[in-house]
T-cell receptor, first 120, second 114 residues
Framework: NAGVMQNPRHLVRRRGQEARLRCSPM?????VYWYRQLPEEGLKFMVY????????ESGMPKERFSAEFPKEGPSILRIQQVVRGDSAAYFC??????????????????FGAGSRLTVL | GESVGLHLPTLSVQEGDNSIINCAYS??????FIWYKQESGKGPQFIID?????DKRQGQRVTVLLNKTVKHLSLQIAATQPGDSAVYFC?????????????FGKGTLLTVNP
């Protein structure tokens, strides 16, 4: 079991370019979550997706950011027209079918190693 | 505003000593707390959790203590080893909230000296 796979691990973009970050969940997991970690900050929730559906995007910036989890292939976090403030580590997590509603503990969340975006 | 924060940004201990990492939270409605470990270049890894109806929970070499009176959470690591060197985050969940929408603290860097 390869765990949650994220790529690229490091991405450098110039201001105005687009960044695409990919996440393949653990085998058997159909729920994907994206988090952003600014330097010396804790993780902040961005978006929760199931296959072909966005379940909760309350943490996503209103502009330039989008996420998808197609029927086939990895989940993609897309940042258009990047700015220096987008420089951060972006972590993906996945959970088994059924998500994390109710009393299920957060220990079912499995995180990937993250993608570190640097905007020049 | 409501937040989860840590008392100390760094902690340095000798190998074999016990480590105590502290965390304060401000939302009295938080009902679930988690500690994560994040090693350099890796994603957060779940360590231990505790619900608000408990004061203490023990795992393998780790103990979490919850003091709801002063809204304080601590992680104790017994016989700290070099492999314990990492950033440790506490996180909380608002009562009735979803387990994926945790509020994470800034983290404490634990360094274990041989």
């Amino acid at each position: 079991n390869a765990g949650v796979m994220q790529n690229p691990r490091h991405l450098v973009r110039r201001r105005g370019q687009e960044a695409r970050l990919r996440c393949s969940p653990m085998k058997g997991h159909s729920h994907v979550y994206w988090y952003r970690q600014l330097p010396e900050e804790g993780l902040k929730f961005m978006v929760y997706l199931q296959k072909e559906n966005i379940i909760d995007e309350s943490g996503m910036p209103k502009e330039r950011f989008s996420a998808e989890f197609p029927k086939e292939g990895p989940s993609i976090l897309r940042i258009q027209q990047v700015v220096r403030g987008d420089s951060a580590a972006y972590f993906c997590a996945s959970s088994p079918t059924g998500g994390l509603a109710g009393v299920k503990g957060a220990n079912v969340l499995t995180f990937g190693a993250g993608s570190r975006l640097t905007v020049l | 505003g409501e937040s989860v924060g840590l008392h100390l940004p760094t902690l340095s201990v000798q190998e074999g000593d016990n480590s105590i990492i502290n965390c304060a939270y401000s939302n009295s409605a938080s009902d679930y707390f988690i500690w994560y470990k994040q090693e350099s270049g890796k994603g957060p890894q779940f360590i231990i959790d505790i619900r608000s109806n408990m004061d203490k929970r023990q795992g393998q070499r780790v103990t979490v203590l919850l003091n709801k009176t002063v809204k304080h959470l601590s992680l104790q690591i017994a016989a700290t080893q070099p492999g314990d060197s990492a950033v440790y985050f506490c996180a909380d969940r608002r009562s009735g909230g979803s387990n994926y929408k945790l509020t994470f603290g800034k983290g404490t860097l634990l360094t274990v000296n041989p």
